[in-house]
């Protein structure tokens, strides 16, 4: 099951109804984008992250449990994942995707945790 990657983690600073649309988005490596838009819906939260000239101008969607920290004073997000990782997931067109369950099983199997006995996860 993958409902628990699309939920916020309680550490990551996450106020439920704030806007972080325009935030900056930086990977464990660097900095991949900005929030294009965001849902903060119980079980189906996630930023979708305009990417700009790093891939090209694509977007990505992450799960919301990718998110370890928010800083609202900085407008910054940032995620536990390198850019690496982001940039080979299953691509995402937003008319396409939002809505479909499909992916969302997809991408949520993608970026959940796999630890190797018990360790930390691999990213």
Known sequence: MTEHVWSYKSTSGHLAGGDLIGYKVEAIDGDIGKVDKHSDE????????????????????????????????????????????IKNAPEFHRDKHLGDAGYREELGTYYRPVTPAGGQPIV
């Open 42 to 85: 119980a079980g189906d939260a996630y930023p979708v992250v305009d990417t700009g000239v790093w891939i090209f101008g694509k977007e990505v969607l992450l799960p919301a449990s990718t998110v370890i920290q928010i800083d609202s004073e900085k407008k910054k997000i940032f995620v536990d994942r390198s850019k690496e990782h």
